[in-house]
């Protein structure tokens, strides 16, 4: 790396996921450990997981 070159501190997953959700438009929705959740869209094969998980629906 050149000597002129600042490196950026990239904040972690959670730090981003924490913020996302203090924003407008952002709706959150939690599911608990081992919920399993389906998740379906129009035209896409449906997948399943399992939690825990954290879903941000960005509609901003």
């Known amino acids: 790396m050149d000597k002129n070159q600042k490196t950026v501190e990239l904040p972690n997953t959670n730090e981003l996921t924490e913020e996302l959700c203090r924003r407008e ?3 959150e929705i939690v599911i608990e450990a ?3 959740f389906r ?3 129009v035209g896409k094969a449906p997948r399943e997981f399992e939690g825990p998980a ?3 629906i960005n509609a901003d």
């Open 25 to 27: 438009g952002v709706e």
């Open 34 to 36: 081992h919920t399993k």
């Open 39 to 41: 998740i379906e869209v």
């Open 54 to 56: 954290r879903l941000l």
